[in-house]
């Protein structure tokens, strides 16, 4: 009798923790990351730094798309009556942002969309919003970083035919996207603010990948060759791919401690470790930093204000027409390389 009163004690223990265990699970708040390609170093280094701060009482998934807008609706819908609070998505077409936040705002689900900003009047809804780089900025300080540089440039060693313009190419990422668009666009034009005559020699779209990058800068240099005297890439990634053609091809080498001394410049825009390590051994010139870890914590704190109702006056960050908030970056090169090193 005394045994099976035991027996009957710890099945009512086991079953009193399971109990409690799901009832912590159904209390749990839940946050689903979705994101455009798992592949991308900006977004997997973003991810990293996020789903390590995540508070410990929040849980948490994460759905990689491929870069593929089906799959990616898929997963949404997937989740939509899954009992997840909260939906942080990195869009692969940012023409579809404006559906997904119909379906989100039926299930009643808050999302906050990053790095891909959504057309204009697709935020809709108290709880909707966007973090992302300060495009346009970043951009102009790609053209601030190479402007002391070439500094008297008709007279110096990267004006290679003396003709007094900056004769330039410019990594593209992808056609459409809000960050390549302003970033091509306000390199060239705040280089020309600053006094410097430029001839765009080409333009070449490489989907803010390497190997892309890498068959981009093949084509280029095969076309102009010794006559490019500096590389825009909206990219880390796509920058690195471009050197490596270069040393594949012999045009650039390892500048070790020295200072930079390539052929040409290659400026990059993230800061990610492999662009910081290429700045290090005198490859990249530079890059402005795309600050994955403060637009991180941003998309933290949103998550925070949102599930936990406080009162958005006390909001750490400035958010701009009630929806976005923009994340400046830094200009890194190897004299400030020691401030962000990962």
């Known amino acids: 009798m005394k045994k099976k009163m035991i027996v009957l004690l710890n099945v009512f223990a086991v079953c009193f923790l399971l109990a409690a265990f799901s009832g912590c699970r159904q209390n749990s708040l839940r946050i689903a990351f979705f994101i455009y390609n798992g592949n991308d170093t900006f977004i997997t280094e973003t991810m990293r730094y ?11 998934e994460v759905r990689d798309a491929g870069n593929s807008q089906a799959v990616q609706n898929q997963q949404i819908a997937g989740l939509l009556d899954d009992g997840v609070d909260l939906f942080v998505i990195n869009a692969v077409d ?13 299930s009643g689900i808050p999302v906050i969309f990053f790095n891909r900003e959504p057309l204009e009047g697709a935020l ?16 102009k300080k790609q053209a601030d970083m190479v402007a002391e ?18 004769q330039l190419v410019i990594l ?25 005559q430029v001839d765009v020699l080409a333009i070449e779209v490489a989907d803010w990948n390497r190997s892309d990058a890498y068959e981009a800068m093949k084509r280029l240099y095969a076309q102009y060759g010794d006559s490019i005297e500096l590389v825009f890439s909206n990219n880390d990634d796509m920058a690195l791919g471009a050197i490596d053609y270069l ?20 400026v990059g825009v993230d800061g990610t470790e492999v662009g910081l390590e290429a700045i290090k051994n005198g490859l990249l010139y530079g890059t402005v930093n795309n600050d994955s870890e403060n637009q991180a914590d941003a998309i933290l704190a949103l998550t925070d204000y949102i599930l936990t109702g406080k009162d958005f006056e006390g909001f750490p960050y400035e958010i701009a027409n009630d929806h976005y908030i923009f994340i400046d970056g ?12 990962k």
């Open 50 to 60: 996020m789903t390590a701060h995540v508070p410990p009482d929040m849980a948490f």
């Open 172 to 196: 593209k990422g992808e056609q459409g996207h809000q960050d390549a668009e302003k970033r091509t666009e306000n390199c060239v034009a705040r280089l020309r603010d600053l006094g410097f």
């Open 247 to 266: 040393k594949d091809a012999g045009v650039f080498s390892d500048g070790g401690e020295e200072e930079y001394s390539q052929p040409f410049v290659i």
């Open 94 to 106: 940012r023409l579809a942002c404006g559906s997904i936040v119909e379906k989100c705002a039926k």
């Open 330 to 341: 830094d200009i890194i090169t190897r004299s400030s390389l020691g401030d962000y090193a």
């Open 124 to 139: 809709i809804g108290d709880d909707v919003f966007y973090v992302g780089a300060a495009a346009d900025s970043l951009g």
């Open 149 to 166: 540089l070439f500094a008297g440039f008709d007279g110096s060693g990267y004006d290679k035919n003396g003709d007094g313009e900056v």
